[in-house]
C-alpha cells in the first residue's frame, strides 16, 4: 500500500530526518550578509560548486560578518514550509587567521564609533583596594603569575576568585556570567580582574566576543583586563577601565608595590616634620630679628642723645660767647653813656646857663639886657647879670 | 572579608591631608603640634598595615548551566 502524505507532512518528515543529523559544523565563505530590522540575520555560505541560505538570530551573531569572509557555522538545516533549505545558524565563527583579523577589525571599529572603548568612560581604581573578583581559568598560567605578582605587593587583599574556561565555545557565556556574579554578588568590591596568558587569535576569540566585550564595558564595578601577551590587543582590553599588557602587569596596575607606597610615607613624613622644622626657624627668625630691630632702635636713640647732648653743647657755647660780646658791648655803651654825661661836659669845663625861668640859655636873641642868669659849673653856680648882648 | 583594624585608605588619604594642609598655610606650633604628633602616628600605623604580607583567596563556587 502506497503511502501518501501531505506537502506539509512530507515537510516534516524531511525535517525530522534532518534533525537526525545533529549540529552541522559547515565551514564556507560569507555572501549576501545582511541583517533585517536589527533583528535577523540572513546570509549564505558557499564554496566553489554549493550554496547555503543561513539564518540567525543578531543575539546570536557575536562576531562581525562581511561579505568574502570565511567562517565556520554550527547549526541545523530545516527545510521551511515555502520549500527551500535554510541552514539555522546557533553560533558563527571566523575560520582563519585572516578572518578572524577581518572580523577583529570590524567590531573594534563599530564598538569604537559607538564609544565603548572613550577615553571618558574609563574610571579610576581605587588607591587601595581592599577587595578584588578574579575571574579566570584556575588552570591558566595566569591565575599563577598573578597571584604571584601580587603577593609581593601591598597584602592584606582580599580576592574572590571565580574560575571561567577562558577559550571554546562556552567561554564567552561562562565570562558573562561570572562578571555578573561578581557585580550583583560580592560586597564592598574594588575591582574586578579579568586574565587570560597569551595565545593565537582564535584562543583569544572570546574576549573578542561582542557580548563579553559589552558586558566588561557595562561592568559596575571597576574592570582591569589583562589577556594574553603584551603584543596581543583584545577587545574586552579596550572597554575596560584599565588595560593591562599581561596578567601580571594587571597586578602590578591593580596594586601598589609596598616599596612604593613605603616610600610615599616616608615622603610625607619627611613633608610635615620639614613643615613644622621651618615654622621653627621661622619662629627663631622672627624672634632673632625682633631682637635686632630692639637693639637697633635702642642704638639710634643712644646716637640721638648724644648728638642732643653736642648740640645744647654748641648752644651753650654759642650763649657764653654771645653773653661775653654783650659785655663788652655794655662796657662800651656804659664808656658814651659816661662821656656824655653833663656832669663830665662840666668837668671838661663846660657851664649851663639858664635864665631867671630855669631854662636853659642857647640863642642869645632869647637874652634880654639886665636879665639875671644862674650858670652851673661842674663844681657849683654863679649868679650873674647881663650887661650886653653881642652878636 | 575580614574587618581590618586599621582602614589603610583612610589612613592614606588623612595623612595625605595633613602634608597638604601643612604644606598650604603658616603653621601655629603649639596648635598644630597635636596634628603633627598624628601624622606620624598615620605613618607609623601604615608601615605597620604595610608589613602584612598575606593575601586571602576565596574560591566563588560557581557552576555555569
Excluded at chain 1, 68 to 95: C, D, H, I, W, Y
Excluded at chain 1, 277 to 288: K, T
Excluded at chain 1, 310 to 320: E, H, L, T
Excluded at chain 2, 28 to 48: N, V, Y
Aim: glycine content about 6%; hydrophobic content about 40%; some cysteine.
Amino acid at each position: 500500500m502506497e503511502i501518501v502524505l501531505s506537502v506539509s507532512q512530507c515537510v516534516e518528515a524531511i525535517n525530522i530526518a534532518l534533525d537526525s543529523l545533529g549540529d552541522l559544523v559547515v565551514e564556507g565563505e560569507v555572501s549576501g550578509f545582511n541583517v533585517i530590522h536589527n533583528k535577523w540575520v540572513t546570509f549564505d555560505i558557499k564554496d566553489e560548486k554549493s550554496v547555503l541560505k543561513c539564518f540567525m538570530t543578531v543575539w546570536q551573531l557575536r562576531v562581525a560578518l562581511e561579505d568574502g569572509m570565511l567562517v565556520r557555522v554550527t547549526g541545523k538545516p530545516n527545510l521551511r514550509e515555502k520549500g527551500f533549505l535554510s541552514f539555522v545558524v546557533q553560533s558563527v565563527k571566523p575560520a582563519g587567521e585572516g578572518s578572524l583579523k577581518r572580523a577583529f577589525e570590524l567590531l573594534q571599529k563599530k564598538l569604537a564609533q559607538e564609544g565603548l572603548f572613550a577615553p571618558e568612560r574609563k574610571r579610576a581604581l581605587p588607591k587601595f583596594p581592599q577587595h578584588i573578583a578574579l575571574i579566570t581559568s584556575r588552570e591558566a598560567a595566569a591565575y599563577k603569575d598573578f597571584l604571584k605578582v601580587l603577593q609581593g605587593r601591598l597584602g592584606g587583599l582580599h580576592i574572590s576568585f571565580i574560575h571561567t574556561q577562558v577559550q571554546g565555545d562556552d567561554a564567552p557565556r561562562q565570562i558573562i556570567s561570572a562578571l555578573e556574579t561578581a557585580n550583583t554578588e560580592l560586597e564592598n568590591l574594588d575591582a574586578i580582574v579579568l586574565v587570560r596568558g597569551g595565545g593565537s587569535l582564535e584562543d583569544l576569540m572570546a574576549f573578542n566576543d561582542e557580548h563579553v566585550v559589552r558586558a566588561v564595558a557595562g561592568s559596575r564595578t571597576p574592570t582591569i583586563v589583562g589577556i594574553g601577551h603584551e603584543r596581543d590587543v583584545s577587545l574586552a582590553e579596550l572597554a575596560a577601565d584599565i588595560r593591562a599588557s599581561t596578567p601580571s602587569n594587571a597586578a602590578e596596575l591593580v596594586v601598589r608595590s609596598r616599596d612604593e607606597i613605603l616610600a610615599d610615607i616616608t615622603r610625607m613624613k619627611l613633608a610635615i616634620s620639614s613643615s613644622l622644622a621651618n615654622q621653627l626657624q621661622n619662629n627663631q627668625n622672627n624672634v632673632r630679628s625682633a631682637i635686632h630691630a630692639m637693639s637697633n632702635r635702642l642704638h639710634q636713640a643712644t646716637r640721638n642723645i648724644e648728638q642732643l647732648i653736642d648740640r645744647i653743647r654748641s648752644v651753650s657755647a654759642r650763649v657764653k660767647d654771645s653773653v661775653a660780646s654783650s659785655h663788652q658791648k655794655i662796657d662800651g655803651m656804659k664808656r658814651v653813656l659816661t662821656a656824655l654825661s653833663p656832669q663830665q661836659v662840666l668837668a671838661r669845663g663846660f657851664s649851663i646857663t639858664r635864665n631867671s625861668s630855669g631854662n636853659i640859655l642857647k640863642h642869645a636873641a632869647n637874652i634880654s639886657e639886665g636879665e639875671e642868669l644862674t650858670t652851673t659849673l661842674a663844681d657849683g653856680s654863679i649868679s650873674s647879670v647881663v650887661q650886653k648882648i653881642g652878636s | 572579608m575580614t574587618e581590618k583594624k586599621f582602614d589603610f585608605t583612610k589612613g592614606y588619604s588623612e595623612l595625605e591631608g595633613i602634608v597638604k594642609d601643612f604644606e598650604s598655610r603658616e603653621l601655629d606650633l603649639e596648635k598644630d603640634l597635636p596634628k603633627f604628633e598624628q601624622g606620624l602616628k598615620l605613618a607609623k600605623k601604615l608601615q605597620e598595615r604595610l608589613q602584612e604580607i598575606e593575601n586571602t583567596v576565596q574560591e566563588i563556587e560557581k557552576t555555569y548551566t
